[in-house]
């Protein structure tokens, strides 16, 4: 066994003459730890939050989604649509008229993106399992339906199957010069059945209609459309898919995938797990700190130790190689038991649900959510490592040369 390592680990455990330099010992290796628990519990839990919201935002937004490189809205040829359909790994597409409109209901209003989609959307979209009241019914014998975002509903405090309709309001394309400003609008009626609910930006923005109610509110012709949306195979490279679609559309077209339609809140997400994962790493060098007391502390505790090292031939790198991994050893005691630990908290929170939403009624899950990345336990792991390692390295390199040559001049 290597000789500083076994001299280091036997100071660790044993007793020390002066009790404190065990007391501060534990409370360096109880900052290790808890700092380690915080990284481990913390960005699991992010990861829980991202990943649900990922899935909810992949609810409403397609695999990939077609749009004009220049322009908004397009007929697209019947070679494109044939082609489509052709691409190896397509599964069903649907076509999206989208635009805006001002709603009213009784006397509350607000702007919302309209969103016309064809007979099919629910082959390419999961927005029926977000359905959180009523139904998701588009077209019915009496004429046509919406179905709501969540945060329009409580808005306008729209009431479902209520024989008072929503009033939608949209500028005409051929506007003529009126005093009277309501002939250069349209203006439809329909009634809600059903509410979703995904996250606050499109509870809050979107109304889902019939592709034809859409054309007729806001004046577009037959066939014209703002966006093909597609859904792939399982079991097909994305991002083949997405090159094979590009050469079918051509340059005319943009093609976007889940990341690209949503890369702002993509990035935020991002930036904000790592943000956290800095502020608890700065957290966690402040708590080392506490190993440069210790390890002051040792080497005064073990004066007599050193010199009789010195006296049977150890050099000053052997010595300094001894309370090196003494440091290390606390570092490292207190990230292993503490990547334990804060794995062990999130295996109870995902088991048992122990920590629980404050209004949970509202949300769709009712306990904080998990979601445990091993590549982010092993970072974790290294980090605490590392900052253990150099913790440890800068009070060895300067205080240990400086005490043993005291110690020699001490005993000479």
């Known amino acids: 066994m290597n000789f500083p390592f076994y001299i280091a680990k036997r100071y660790l455990v044993a007793k020390k003459s002066h009790h404190a330099i065990n007391i501060i010992s534990l409370i360096s290796l109880t900052g290790v730890m808890v700092g380690t628990i915080a990284l481990v519990v913390i960005l699991s839990v992010f990861n829980g939050f991202d990943s649900l919201v990922k899935s909810l935002i992949n609810s409403f937004n397609p695999d990939f989604k077609i749009t004009l490189a220049e322009g908004k809205a397009f007929q697209p040829p019947e070679s494109l649509i044939s082609g489509l359909q052709k691409t190896e790994g397509v599964y069903d597409i649907c076509y999206i008229l989208e635009d805006k409109a001002l709603v009213r209901y009784d006397e509350q209003q607000t ?83 059903g509410v979703f609910s995904i996250e606050q930006e499109y509870d809050t923005r979107y109304m889902i209609v019939p592709i034809e109610f859409a054309r007729d509110l806001f004046d577009y012709r037959d066939g014209e459309i703002t966006a093909i949306e597609i859904k792939t195979v399982r079991g097909f490279k994305l991002a083949a898919i997405q090159n094979r679609i590009q050469e079918v559309t051509g340059s005319e077209y943009l093609v976007q995938n889940r990341y690209q339609q949503n890369e702002l809140f993509y990035k935020t997400m991002r930036t904000e797990k ?18 440069i007391g210790t390890l002051t502390m040792l080497i005064l505790e073990k004066k007599k130790d050193i010199v009789t090292l010195r006296n049977l031939g150890a050099d000053t790198n052997l010595i300094k190689r001894i309370f090196l991994f003494e440091g290390w050893l606390i570092s490292a005691t207190g990230a292993v038991f503490g990547t334990i630990a804060g794995l062990f908290i999130c295996w109870l929170q995902i088991k048992f649900e122990i920590i629980k939403l404050q209004g949970s009624g509202s949300f769709i899950i009712d306990a904080y959510p998990v979601l445990v990345s091993p590549v982010d336990v092993i970072i974790t792991l290294v980090m605490v490592l590392a900052i253990g390692f150099i913790a440890a390295w800068f009070p060895i390199h300067y205080l240990t040369q400086k005490y043993i040559y005291i110690f020699s001049r001490e005993t000479s």
């Open 111 to 193: 702007i919302a993106d309209v969103r016309g989609v064809s007979n099919n959307y629910l082959e390419v979209s999961g927005i029926d399992s977000m359905i959180v009241e009523g139904n998701f019914i588009l077209r019915g014998e009496s004429g046509y339906f919406t179905v709501i975002g969540q945060g329009i509903k409580m808005f306008l405090n729209v009431m479902l199957n209520s024989p008072r309709q929503m009033v939608l309001y949209a500028p005409r394309q051929q506007a003529t010069v009126s005093l009277d400003a309501t002939r250069d609008l349209n203006r439809r009626y329909i009634q809600a059945s």
């Open 274 to 291: 790592w943000a956290i994962f800095l502020i608890l790493i700065f957290i966690l060098i402040i708590a080392s700190f506490n190993v």
